[in-house]
């Protein structure tokens, strides 16, 4: 196969979940843009349908479901929803997660309530989406996100961090549990230019530019959704067949 073929996703299937913005909307925009049609999930309607609209006119299909992965049964509809596709599922992508009430914390200022809507934002729930995916998927990719966060200690962001981490060993072990028939990697991107990012760290988006005097990156700018889209369209594509079990850092040297 010509190499350039082997990033195509053309007739693939993949769900992108917390796809309403950011970098989820930024992977499944991406994903759609290598030939693959799409099924996002986020908890905001308007911000689904405005992603929907941006793939379809690509030229791929869309489905969207409302959902909040972190509520009993709340994988149940888009679980529905994938299964009602006319293609079987190829790509999963765990996106879901962040700060559940934009708010970094030290460990010790942490109350067990706060910890738990970490955890279960950023760890239960790609725990859930993967089994979730396995049930679905015959053959596959599944990309659960990490963080650059998740190496080394972090004053102020240590639920977080813990849960990234705890991310990276789940995707290790669902990399061994799922083969050969599924490829289970992760994904670790450093500051990206987000809502969520600007707000882990007290800014706001109008003070982008001086994020980077927190976070000394080599490549001397702040990274994008679209950058980790096309890291996405790789660990989903033909191109990474021979990688599993594994964590891509996408932080321009951070």
């Not at 738990?116 to 239960?124: H, P, S």
């Not at 089994?131 to 190496?151: E, K």
């Not at 490829?183 to 969520?196: E, H, K, M, S, W």
Request: glycine share 10%; hydrophobic share 45%.
């Amino acid at each position: 196969m010509p190499i350039l073929e082997k990033f195509s996703l053309q007739g693939k299937l993949a769900v992108v979940t917390g796809a309403g913005r950011g970098i989820g909307r930024g992977i499944a925009i991406a994903l759609a843009q290598a030939g693959a049609d799409i099924v996002i999930s986020a908890r905001t309607q308007n911000q689904l349908e405005e992603v929907a609209a941006t793939i379809r006119a690509l030229g791929r299909n869309c489905e969207i479901c409302v959902a909040d992965l972190v509520a009993p049964n709340g994988l149940d509809k888009l679980e529905d929803l994938v299964a009602s596709q006319p293609n079987s599922l190829d790509i999963w992508v765990n996106n879901a997660g962040g700060l559940p009430d934009a708010t970094p914390r030290f460990l010790t200022k942490t109350s067990p309530e706060q910890w738990d809507a970490q955890v279960d934002l950023n760890l239960k729930a790609v725990w859930a989406g993967c089994v979730s995916a396995a049930r679905l998927m015959d053959t596959g990719a599944i990309i659960n996100l990490s963080s650059r966060a998740a190496f080394g200690g972090h004053l102020k962001n240590g639920p977080y961090s813990a849960a990234k981490a705890a991310v990276n060993s789940l995707t290790e072990t669902f990399a061994l549990e799922l083969a050969p028939r599924i490829r289970v990697n992760a994904l670790a991107p450093g500051p990206i230019a987000t809502t969520n990012m600007l707000e882990s760290v007290g800014m706001t988006e109008d003070q982008a530019d001086d994020v980077l005097k927190h976070f000394p990156v080599p490549l001397g700018r702040l990274g994008t959704p679209e950058d980790i889209g096309a890291a996405a369209v790789f660990l989903a594509s033909p191109a990474s067949s021979w990688i599993t079990g594994q964590c891509l850092y996408v932080t321009g040297g951070f």
